[in-house]
């Protein structure tokens, strides 16, 4: 089983739309959660980090269940320069190098 | 204030030749990544190290890969004897503290070509 899992796409939204990711992770013992976005041949920018609790960054929405171990993100009124690609990445605690999913791409279509 | 910093941001060997990698971290950052995103492929963790300390190495090749990150100077991530497999993209993060799940921050890679 993969550590974190992905939906590869590509997604194809429309201006505007809400779309949604998930990614799910194998390692219960896994202390912190992130999305990153990542453009082509670019290096991976962080987007937000992911808190039990669930938070909120303008149109992003992240969160966190640990019982089913799924991490979830939110973007609301998307725009052209969303179009990306969004990594799931994991902390599974111990060894402080970061897990990453292989990425969602989504592309925004005028 | 300037992000993390890569160079050579592109770098071509021939095979059986040596590549190095130099990364220095944001200023303030004492813990230095690195990670190898192979064509079509997520990133994966190599090593993670601290000044003149190698704390986890678990994502090295167990031949020809050395990192280390001195006291003064950049961290390097050196690749001997290149082959064709090592062609990727080689990301270094930095982040201000090594535990509890602080943020890492990507410099731009380097694209090694082995031909």
């Known amino acids: 089983r993969k550590e974190v899992e992905q939906d590869p796409g590509p997604f194809n939204v429309p201006e505007g739309a809400t779309v949604a990711f998930n990614c799910t992770y194998s390692?219960?013992?896994?202390?912190?959660f992130f999305w990153y976005r990542q453009d082509c041949r670019k290096e991976p920018k962080l987007l937000m980090s992911?808190?039990?609790s669930g938070n909120e960054d303008g149109r992003f929405t992240a969160q966190l269940n640990r019982a089913s171990q799924y991490i979830s993100l939110l973007i609301r009124d998307s725009k052209l320069s969303d179009s990306a690609t969004y990594l799931c990445?994991?902390?599974?605690?111990?060894?402080?190098?970061?897990?990453f999913g292989k990425g969602t791409h989504l592309i925004i279509q005028p | 204030n300037a992000g993390v910093m890569q160079n050579p941001r592109h770098l071509v060997r021939r095979r059986g030749q040596e590549a190095r990698l130099r990364c220095s971290p944001m200023?303030?950052?004492?813990?230095v990544y690195w990670y190898r995103q192979l064509p079509e492929e997520g990133l994966k963790f190599m090593v993670y190290l601290q000044k003149e300390n190698i704390i986890d190495e678990s994502g090295m090749p167990k031949e020809r890969f050395s990192a280390e990150f001195p006291k003064e100077g950049p961290s390097i991530l050196r690749i001997q004897q290149v082959v064709r497999g090592d062609s990727a993209a080689y990301f270094c993060a930095s982040s201000p503290r090594g535990t509890g799940g602080y943020e890492q921050y990507f410099g731009p890679g380097t694209r090694l070509t082995v031909t």
């Open positions: 390692n219960s013992a896994s202390q912190s």
């Open positions: 990445v994991v902390n599974p605690g111990g060894a402080d190098g970061l897990t």
């Open positions: 992911v808190y039990s």
């Open positions: 200023k303030g950052h004492s813990h």
